[in-house]
């Protein structure tokens, strides 16, 4: 279902009944990994989460670490902040 790459790769899956009574995959939410904050970036109109990780990262897939050091599941909540922390690259 994942990817080698991915952190999801070993978290647990469950079965789960959704509300149309299908039977559904669930993977339960990793804690995520440790991480510290290289700074942060003074967003300017425009600019997207997959460019900073790009930038910042090395990885530009790796939008998710910059939403999580953000404390958002969504990286869309990130769109109309003023200040986005980064995380190191390691």
């Known amino acids: 279902m994942f990817t080698d790459k991915s952190r999801y790769k070993n978290t647990e ?5 959704d509300s149309r009574n299908r039977t ?6 990793p804690d995520p990994p440790p991480s510290t904050l290289a700074g942060f970036h003074l967003m300017k109109q425009g600019q997207r989460l997959d460019h900073l990780a790009a930038q910042y990262v090395n990885d530009s897939a790796g939008s998710w670490r910059i939403a999580e050091v953000n404390q958002t599941m969504l990286q869309e909540a990130l ?3 003023s200040e986005v922390a980064i995380p190191d690259k390691a």
Not at 13 to 17: C, N, R, W
């Open 79 to 81: 769109t109309e902040v």
């Open 13 to 17: 899956q469950y079965e789960q009944t």
């Open 24 to 29: 559904v995959k669930v993977v339960a939410v």
